[in-house]
């Protein structure tokens, strides 16, 4: 069964580990392609990874699409729906149709939670954030948040709500990629605001490791009977307030993936990847027997 965790104070639970979707592509592709994406998608559902990330950038609406065509067979309230809206809206009204668009895409008709893809310097934040809260009310998206922005941003946004709570920050986050795990976690934690690491495994699936992490990955997997993949997801979603959406095209990987939901690494075991001395809460680590 997969692990799933609240999503911030919405005392609503969300698969701890879902699937991204940048890379379905919408050009040079022929119909094996898009059938094979369908089923990788399918069986991560099947295996419990029922948050989906998406965005109306991704393959230029064509990842929506996808999207949109698979979950059409399940039961709509056992899904998560993600999906952003990209920084180029300069106006309320375009944003507003942005959002129809992805809908439409994605034919439901509401999001469950809808993001800020990247911090938006064609529109002020005040009048961002008002579209989102219109979003809410008018029952286009359950819940809003934002994606790559900044601990201080972040903020400023949340002050700019008048009725609703950003609940969700999607951020670069990974063994390889901590920035966000120094900088922004902690403040997440405090808050108990759901951070998303996204690129879990560093976009390329950590195939180019060397060196002393990929050994330290290797030895903690030899004990897990895990690969150096599922350890690396398995560290991420061992911090609390952290979900992940790896992307998977190979169902080899989408298995993978769902099977690292079960490793519960210890305290020690998640201490000796990190590349600063920090203090952050950890779930669910094992019982402690550290070797
Ligand atoms: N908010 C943002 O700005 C933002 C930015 C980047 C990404 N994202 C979201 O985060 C998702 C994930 O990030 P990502 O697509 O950059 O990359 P990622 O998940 O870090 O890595 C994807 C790569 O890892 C491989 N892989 C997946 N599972 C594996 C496993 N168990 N073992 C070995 N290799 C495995 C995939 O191979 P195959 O595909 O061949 O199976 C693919 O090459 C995106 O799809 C998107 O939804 C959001």
């Not at 795990?181 to 996204?198: C, E, G, R, V, W």
């Amino acid at each position: 069964m997969m692990r799933k965790v609240e999503l911030a104070n919405t005392k609503e639970k969300i698969s701890i580990i879902g699937q991204g979707t940048w890379g379905i592509s919408r050009f040079f592709k022929d119909q094996a392609y898009y059938d094979q994406w369908k089923e990788s998608l399918r069986i991560g559902i099947e295996l419990g990874m029922t948050h989906i990330d998406t965005a109306e950038v991704y393959g230029w609406g064509k990842a929506e699409k996808i999207v949109g065509q698979v979950i059409k067979e399940y039961d709509r309230d056992e899904l998560f729906i993600t999906s952003k809206i990209l920084p180029i809206h300069f106006r309320r009204k375009t944003m507003k149709k942005a959002a129809k668009k992805s809908l439409k895409r994605l034919d439901i008709d509401h999001f469950d939670l809808y993001l800020i893809h990247w911090p938006n310097p064609l529109l002020s934040l005040e009048k961002q954030m008002g579209v989102m809260e219109d979003l809410v009310r008018e029952g286009k998206t359950r819940y809003i948040g934002v994606s790559n922005f900044s601990v201080e941003r972040f903020k400023k946004a949340q002050a700019l709500l008048k009725n609703e709570e950003l609940i969700n920050n999607q951020l670069n986050a990974s063994i390889i990629q901590q920035k966000h795990i120094f900088k922004s976690l902690p403040h997440y934690q405090d808050k108990n605001i759901t951070m998303t690491a996204y690129s879990p495994l560093g976009h390329e699936g950590l195939t180019d490791l060397s060196g002393d992490l990929k050994q330290k990955l290797e030895n903690i997997g030899r004990k897990y009977d895990a690969t150096i993949q599922q350890i690396a997801i398995a560290w991420l979603i061992n911090h609390q307030n952290v979900i992940t959406i790896p992307k998977a095209f190979q169902t080899k990987h989408v298995r993978a993936n769902a099977e690292a939901a079960s490793i519960y690494l210890t305290k020690e075991e998640i201490q000796i990847f990190y590349k600063k001395s920090v203090d952050l809460e950890l779930e669910n680590v094992s019982e402690g027997i550290s070797e």
